[in-house]
């Protein structure tokens, strides 16, 4: 239990920040490792839970744009970090089903459910190209990447090695290669949408950049299986 005065969790939090390996690893022990039981009421499969605790240390660890310090820094003090911690847990999966007991959990996304609800064949037509264009669109993106990031999200979603054996196979600290994979998933938003930007209009594309968002890990693994 992380306990204290303010003070006492605010330079325990400013700690996590700077990557220090035994505050890092007090907030994996002490925090993060109270997720898995704060979501069993939502009977969720262990990967889903494996990325709630992902996108946590993503959300309170990585600085939000456009600020200097990770969120985690900003919250110290204004109440206890267990909470903070379940409840942004708590916010991702109840996101992460909502997101996808809203669509198909298929390549495509938001297109695919568009134009299967379509009965105008000629528009059909024009949803399935806008389909095939954001398929290449993704695809794109991670042929982009640099061999680095490619190679993390590779190794961590296709072979499942775990954030501690990358940790070791590149001589780093765990909290950099979180990092690293979440710029690397940043990448292949941020140039999906722009190679889709001039296809498609700006509802759809916030709708299918927002739907990737929630389905990311697994199309990104699913192309890199596609891809052998």
Do not use: C
């Not at 605790?53 to 919250?75: C, F, H, M, N, S």
């Not at 105008?120 to 190209?129: G, N, Q, T, V």
């Not at 993390?152 to 090695?161: E, F, N, Q």
């Not at 209009?201 to 990737?212: K, Y």
């Amino acid at each position: 239990m992380i306990e204290g005065e303010d003070g006492a969790e605010v330079e325990f939090a400013r700690a996590v920040a700077r990557e220090e390996p035994a505050a890092v690893a007090r907030f994996e022990r002490e925090l993060l490792a109270k997720i898995p039981a704060a979501l069993a009421r939502m009977k969720l499969d262990a990967a889903t839970v494996d990325e709630v605790t992902q996108r946590v240390r993503e959300r309170l660890l990585l600085p939000a744009e456009g600020e200097r310090e990770p969120r985690l820094v900003g919250y110290a003090g204004q109440g206890r970090l267990e909470g903070l911690v379940l409840v942004t847990a708590s916010r991702i999966a109840l996101d992460l089903m909502r997101s996808r007991a809203g669509a198909e959990a298929h390549d495509g996304g938001a297109i695919d459910a568009l134009a299967e609800r379509d009965d105008d064949p000629l528009m059909a037509a024009m949803k399935a190209r806008a389909k095939a264009g954001f398929r290449a669109a993704f695809a794109r993106a991670i042929d982009g990447l640099d061999p680095r990031d490619r190679n993390v999200l590779k190794l961590h979603l296709l072979r499942g090695v775990t954030l501690d054996r990358l940790a070791e196979m590149y001589s780093v600290h765990r909290a950099t290669v979180v990092r690293w994979l979440a710029d690397a998933r940043a990448k292949v938003l941020s140039a999906t949408r722009r190679e889709l930007a001039s296809a498609v209009g700006q509802g759809e594309l916030d709708e299918t950049i927002a739907l990737l968002e929630s389905q990311l890990d697994a199309s990104i693994e699913r192309l890199f299986r596609t891809q052998g």
